[in-house]
């Protein structure tokens, strides 16, 4: 399973379900094309997703800087985390952005867009650029201050950089 390339536009979500549309269509990654994408990665089981990645993307929304879309990959605890408990879940957290949910084959652990994606955990965070290419991809807690400079950053460009600029792996550890 790679890992999602840095500079490349990802492969399209394979979505099971929307929750938190207000009637609106569900969002396409080339539809988002002209606006910077911050894609939140989560379970709802999980307490760094919960705690600092769902609030942050909250806050992210509030801030009108990026479209943001959820992503909700459950790989552990299926059972627990069915449609009618993530819809009161973000209803309860007060959740305002369309959230998909990653789609399953039965029998399988990790579900499709997570497997295609080359994901690790939650909470991931994807930032795309105008373009519709990844630029940033974070596993794990990240600061406000450093989210926010690299979303001011891809808000700022009006052209797109070569690729060759984009340089280093661009992938940031959690702690």
């Given at each position: 399973m790679a890992m999602i390339a840095l500079g490349a536009?990802?492969?399209?979500?394979?979505?099971?379900?929307?929750?938190?549309?207000?009637?609106?269509?569900?969002?396409?990654?080339?539809?988002?094309?002209?606006?910077?994408v911050a894609i939140e990665v989560f379970q709802m089981l999980c307490p760094g997703c919960v705690l600092h990645a769902l609030p942050q993307a909250v806050r992210l929304h509030a801030s009108g800087e990026a479209a943001v879309i959820g992503l909700h990959s459950v790989f552990e605890h299926h059972e627990a985390m069915g449609e009618a408990a993530l819809a009161a879940f973000l209803h309860e957290f007060r959740i305002p952005f369309p959230v998909g949910v990653d789609a399953r084959e039965p029998g399988e652990r990790l579900p499709l867009t997570f497997r295609a994606w080359g994901l690790r955990g939650t909470p991931t965070l994807l930032l795309l650029d105008r373009w519709g290419r990844v630029r940033h991809?974070?596993?794990?807690?990240?600061?406000?201050?450093?989210?926010?400079?690299?979303?001011?950053?891809?808000?700022?460009?009006?052209?797109?950089?070569?690729?060759?600029?984009?340089?280093?792996?661009?992938?940031?550890?959690?702690?």
């Open positions: 536009a990802p492969p399209d979500w394979t979505i099971e379900r929307w929750l938190g549309l207000g009637g609106g269509t569900p969002p396409r990654l080339d539809a988002l094309r002209g606006q910077v991809l974070h596993f794990g807690p990240l600061e406000d201050l450093a989210l926010g400079l690299m979303v001011g950053r891809l808000a700022a460009e009006r052209f797109p950089p070569p690729a060759i600029a984009l340089g280093g792996s661009g992938v940031a550890e959690g702690r």
